[in-house]
């Protein structure tokens, strides 16, 4: 139910446009007056507030402190009908010069720090306004913005500042609204004023050609900027895209012939505690074998100090593996989504957002003369009527004497107008000797010619660009990169190239043995077991494979549906246990059994075959799989299934059917290929291929038979052509028509 106000009457109102009415004036409102800045200024409603009420307190760069608690009060109280904590928050951080490029407020006390530590509480810290904020605030008192009333009515406040200095691209601005947000790093400002110089040179000026001048952000910690030159072009032509930062870092060598890496620029918004923390924690899971220690020594400056295990890790791969591991590396979105005249959220490119601040500025420029000139009028005006005093000066004390009415008589004898007529009796009689009226006359004449320029100012634009551009100018050698606060802190570099970290750097060496069960429960258990009688498996599972392996290696797996899988054996669960099913670690279904798995050998080369007796030689480094789902190597016919995967050795091929029909062949009539349906080994007239493996024919065919392992070297009645159907195995053959 709503209740209207003007009558009182109670009238039903369904409650979804209730809500929808509700909803979309908090969205107006978080749009519009909290989280998203204006491109003009840069500033959301609660830092230009701030600003505001710290002007009218008088806290300029040259002035004292003040305590934080009065200026928060003064913006709660008069302006920003919000929490003081949240007032004090965005003070606190004006003043960090960690998380703000070109801090507005200057802070004295504890502030914060790069570790996450919070401020002090407002009763404690003082602060005042930095030149940056007095620059944003230049002109404020000579119309040049709008007013607007507050929030109870009672005072005004600026719509939006006049900011000579350009702040949004400078400082950045995050923010999130309803159902959108912004994102928008810092930059230098001498590469933002170069930037806007050619733009007033060139209006039509492409945005590549402004990347040129404004090649990526400046953040305040410093860092590398890793990121080609055609994704920030594309990122600052849509006003989207993201920014690869690395931490700065640099080699000092040791006594010994030892090093350590010294981390001296972080990326932007990292907390070096939790940074820390979180590389502990890898260490603790041994993720980062290449780190011995890590430990702070910083002060002012950021030196985080990295050692490596020995002296022998490469510096590049120890901080390639920290860089894909932990923030040490990180990406700054670019959303630079912003209000538009203070009206309008929309989402502009890097040319329309110096545009804008150009514009904004022109506009300033012209407000600012305007009201100068009628300043000048009022003054010369005034000025007129004294001149006009001093020239009749016996008759106008006669007049001020003994006329009842001496302003009317003033008007009426010199023609003055009411402004000049009320200076005169206004004047005071100590400004009646010459030298008064001398300098009356050169403040006219001053000003007169001042009006002129005023004039020709406004009605000539090429004057006024010229005159924002050496604002500019003045803005960009107050600001250069010659200055402390103005060179450039995050270097540029290149994207990451593909540094490739050997697997064994990654991961910590160990001994473990592989055990996978009959129905695919997988673990490595630590050590290289002798026997494996006792492994125990779960109610109504069996052992199945069992081999030797190292942490560092890989495990490939190949599966009836003729697809290899590809895992690392550090990945894999620990022996307590019966392990994990091989389902949570592959996309391998249920219908699918797994055919053979072993430690993955680049240059070993292996037979595969399916059920309808075709198959062909495949290397190991081809059937390498890089995503969960497997890569199918094997080509599998109707109603056929991959049987077979051994390893391809010797200079012959033995082939077994369900028919218990054995046939050998030379090797070199098996193609090696890297994927297809290969070619027929064997032909049957029921069943299909039971098993294939290769060997030397002067050693002899092998096959196991329980524990021991038989070899037949009389094998003529055997060896034939590729796709014969071949003849009944030798006495004593495995009963399972497999040869291991």
């Given at each position: 139910?709503?209740?209207?106000?003007?009558?009182?009457?109670?009238?039903?109102?369904?409650?979804a446009d209730a809500l929808g009415e509700r909803y979309l004036s908090y969205a107006l409102s978080t749009i519009m007056a909290r989280?998203?800045?204006?491109?003009?200024?840069?500033?959301?409603?609660?830092?230009?507030?701030?600003?505001?009420?710290?002007?009218?307190?008088?806290?300029?760069?040259?002035?004292?402190?003040?305590?934080?608690?009065?200026?928060?009060?003064?913006?709660?109280?008069?302006?920003?009908?919000?929490?003081?904590?949240?007032?004090?928050?965005?003070?606190?951080?004006?003043?960090?010069?960690?998380?703000?490029?070109?801090?507005?407020?200057?802070?004295?006390?504890?502030?914060?720090?790069?570790?996450?530590?919070?401020?002090?509480?407002?009763?404690?810290?003082?602060?005042?306004?930095?030149?940056?904020?007095?620059?944003?605030?230049?002109?404020?008192?000579?119309?040049?913005?709008?007013?607007?009333?507050?929030?109870?009515?009672?005072?005004?406040?600026?719509?939006?500042?006049?900011?000579?200095?350009?702040?949004?691209?400078?400082?950045?601005?995050?923010?999130?609204?309803?159902?959108?947000?912004?994102?928008?790093?810092?930059?230098?400002v001498a590469e933002i004023c170069n930037g806007l110089l050619h733009l007033i040179k060139f209006p039509k000026a492409t945005v590549?050609?402004?990347?040129?001048?404004?090649?990526?952000?400046?953040?305040?910690?410093?860092?590398?900027?890793?990121?080609?030159?055609?994704?920030?072009?594309?990122?600052?032509?849509?006003?989207?895209?993201?920014?690869?930062?690395?931490?700065?870092?640099?080699?000092?060598?040791?006594?010994?012939?030892?090093?350590?890496?010294?981390?001296?620029?972080?990326?932007?918004?990292?907390?070096?505690?939790?940074?820390?923390?979180?590389?502990?924690?890898?260490?603790?899971?041994?993720?980062?074998?290449?780190?011995?220690?890590?430990?702070?020594?910083?002060?002012?400056?950021?030196?985080?100090?990295?050692?490596?295990?020995?002296?022998?890790?490469?510096?590049?791969?120890?901080?390639?593996?920290?860089?894909?591991?932990?923030?040490?590396?990180?990406?700054?979105?670019?959303?630079?989504?912003?209000?538009?005249?203070?009206?309008?959220?929309?989402?502009?490119?890097?040319?329309?957002?110096?545009?804008?601040?150009?514009?904004?500025?022109?506009?300033?420029?012209?407000?600012?003369?305007?009201?100068?000139?009628?300043?000048?009028?009022?003054?010369?005006?005034?000025?007129?009527?004294?001149?006009?005093?001093?020239?009749?000066?016996?008759?106008?004390?006669?007049?001020?004497?003994?006329?009842?009415?001496?302003?009317?008589?003033l008007i009426k004898a010199f023609k003055l107008t009411e402004v000049q007529a009320e200076a005169i009796l206004n004047m005071r009689?100590?400004?009646?000797?010459?030298?008064?009226?001398?300098?009356?006359?050169?403040?006219?004449?001053?000003?007169?010619?001042?009006?002129?320029?005023?004039?020709?100012?406004?009605?000539?634009?090429?004057?006024?660009?010229?005159?924002?551009?050496?604002?500019?100018?003045?803005?960009?050698?107050?600001?250069?990169?010659?200055?402390?606060?103005?060179?450039?802190?995050?270097?540029?570099?290149?994207?990451?190239?593909?540094?490739?970290?050997?697997?064994?750097?990654?991961?910590?060496?160990?001994?473990?043995?592989?055990?996978?069960?009959?129905?695919?429960?997988?673990?490595?258990?630590?050590?290289?077991?002798?026997?494996?009688?006792?492994?125990?498996?779960?109610?109504?599972?069996?052992?199945?494979?069992?081999?030797?392996?190292?942490?560092?290696?890989?495990?490939?797996?190949?599966?009836?549906?003729?697809?290899?899988?590809?895992?690392?054996?550090?990945?894999?669960?620990?022996?307590?246990?019966?392990?994990?099913?091989?389902?949570?670690?592959?996309?391998?279904?249920?219908?699918?059994?797994?055919?053979?798995?072993?430690?993955?050998?680049?240059?070993?080369?292996?037979?595969?075959?399916?059920?309808?007796?075709?198959?062909?030689?495949?290397?190991?480094?081809?059937?390498?799989?890089?995503?969960?789902?497997?890569?199918?190597?094997?080509?599998?016919?109707?109603?056929?299934?991959?049987?077979?995967?051994?390893?391809?050795?010797?200079?012959?091929?033995?082939?077994?059917?369900?028919?218990?029909?054995?046939?050998?062949?030379?090797?070199?009539?098996?193609?090696?290929?890297?994927?297809?349906?290969?070619?027929?080994?064997?032909?049957?007239?029921?069943?299909?291929?039971?098993?294939?493996?290769?060997?030397?024919?002067?050693?002899?065919?092998?096959?196991?038979?329980?524990?021991?392992?038989?070899?037949?070297?009389?094998?003529?009645?055997?060896?034939?052509?590729?796709?014969?159907?071949?003849?009944?195995?030798?006495?004593?053959?495995?009963?399972?028509?497999?040869?291991?």
């Amino acid at each position: 139910m709503a209740k209207a106000k003007s009558t009182g009457e109670i009238r039903p109102v369904p409650l979804a446009d209730a809500l929808g009415e509700r909803y979309l004036s908090y969205a107006l409102s978080t749009i519009m007056a909290r989280s998203l800045p204006d491109v003009r200024d840069g500033l959301k409603p609660v830092h230009r507030r701030l600003l505001h009420a710290m002007r009218e307190l008088r806290l300029n760069p040259e002035s004292g402190f003040k305590k934080c608690a009065r200026i928060v009060g003064d913006v709660m109280g008069k302006y920003h009908p919000h929490g003081d904590a949240a007032i004090y928050d965005a003070m606190v951080r004006l003043a960090q010069d960690f998380a703000v490029r070109y801090p507005l407020v200057d802070g004295q006390g504890n502030f914060g720090n790069i570790d996450g530590d919070n401020a002090a509480a407002m009763r404690y810290t003082e602060a005042r306004m930095t030149d940056v904020a007095k620059r944003l605030l230049e002109g404020i008192d000579e119309d040049a913005v709008d007013f607007r009333g507050t929030y109870d009515g009672e005072g005004d406040e600026p719509v939006v500042l006049p900011a000579n200095f350009p702040n949004l691209l400078a400082n950045g601005a995050a923010g999130i609204a309803v159902g959108m947000a912004t994102s928008i790093p810092p930059h230098n400002v001498a590469e933002i004023c170069n930037g806007l110089l050619h733009l007033i040179k060139f209006p039509k000026a492409t945005v590549a050609k402004l990347v040129d001048m404004i090649p990526g952000p400046d953040f305040p910690t410093g860092g590398v900027l890793c990121e080609n030159r055609d994704a920030i072009v594309e990122a600052y032509k849509t006003g989207r895209g993201s920014f690869r930062v690395r931490a700065s870092y640099e080699v000092e060598k040791i006594k010994g012939g030892g090093y350590q890496v010294i981390v001296t620029g972080m990326p932007y918004q990292v907390q070096k505690a939790k940074l820390i923390e979180k590389i502990a924690e890898l260490m603790h899971a041994r993720k980062l074998t290449m780190l011995g220690d890590v430990h702070d020594e910083s002060t002012t400056e950021v030196r985080l100090v990295l050692e490596p295990k020995s002296r022998n890790v490469d510096p590049e791969h120890l901080m390639e593996s920290l860089f894909r591991q932990s923030d040490l590396e990180s990406r700054f979105s670019l959303n630079m989504n912003v209000l538009d005249q203070g009206v309008t959220p929309r989402v502009m490119n890097l040319r329309e957002v110096l545009q804008a601040f150009l514009d904004h500025r022109h506009d300033v420029l012209v407000r600012r003369s305007k009201h100068r000139l009628e300043k000048i009028e009022h003054r010369l005006e005034v000025l007129g009527g004294l001149l006009i005093a001093y020239l009749n000066l016996d008759e106008v004390i006669r007049i001020i004497r003994e006329e009842d009415h001496p302003k009317a008589e003033l008007i009426k004898a010199f023609k003055l107008t009411e402004v000049q007529a009320e200076a005169i009796l206004n004047m005071r009689l100590r400004h009646l000797r010459k030298l008064e009226e001398m300098e009356i006359q050169t403040e006219h004449d001053a000003l007169t010619e001042e009006r002129k320029g005023l004039k020709k100012l406004l009605k000539d634009e090429k004057l006024r660009w010229k005159m924002v551009a050496g604002e500019i100018t003045e803005i960009k050698k107050a600001f250069g990169p010659d200055t402390e606060l103005g060179r450039r802190r995050t270097k540029l570099g290149d994207a990451p190239s593909a540094v490739v970290i050997p697997l064994e750097a990654m991961i910590e060496r160990e001994p473990v043995t592989v055990l996978c069960s009959e129905k695919g429960w997988i673990r490595a258990a630590r050590g290289h077991l002798a026997e494996y009688g006792d492994v125990k498996y779960k109610e109504g599972d069996r052992h199945r494979f069992a081999f030797h392996a190292q942490t560092t290696d890989k495990l490939i797996m190949f599966a009836t549906n003729g697809r290899f899988y590809t895992m690392g054996v550090d990945k894999l669960p620990g022996g307590r246990g019966f392990g994990e099913p091989l389902s949570l670690m592959i996309d391998l279904g249920n219908e699918h059994n797994v055919v053979a798995l072993s430690v993955h050998d680049p240059e070993q080369k292996r037979i595969v075959a399916s059920s309808d007796g075709r198959g062909f030689v495949v290397t190991e480094k081809d059937v390498v799989a890089q995503t969960r789902g497997g890569k199918q190597v094997l080509n599998l016919g109707a109603s056929a299934e991959a049987t077979a995967c051994t390893p391809f050795k010797g200079d012959s091929v033995a082939v077994v059917g369900d028919n218990r029909k054995l046939l050998i062949f030379p090797a070199d009539e098996l193609p090696e290929m890297t994927r297809g349906r290969g070619v027929i080994l064997q032909r049957y007239n029921k069943g299909g291929l039971a098993d294939v493996t290769s060997f030397t024919m002067k050693e002899g065919l092998s096959w196991q038979i329980g524990d021991r392992t038989r070899t037949e070297t009389k094998l003529e009645n055997w060896v034939g052509k590729r796709a014969q159907a071949g003849r009944v195995v030798p006495r004593g053959f495995s009963k399972n028509n497999r040869f291991r």
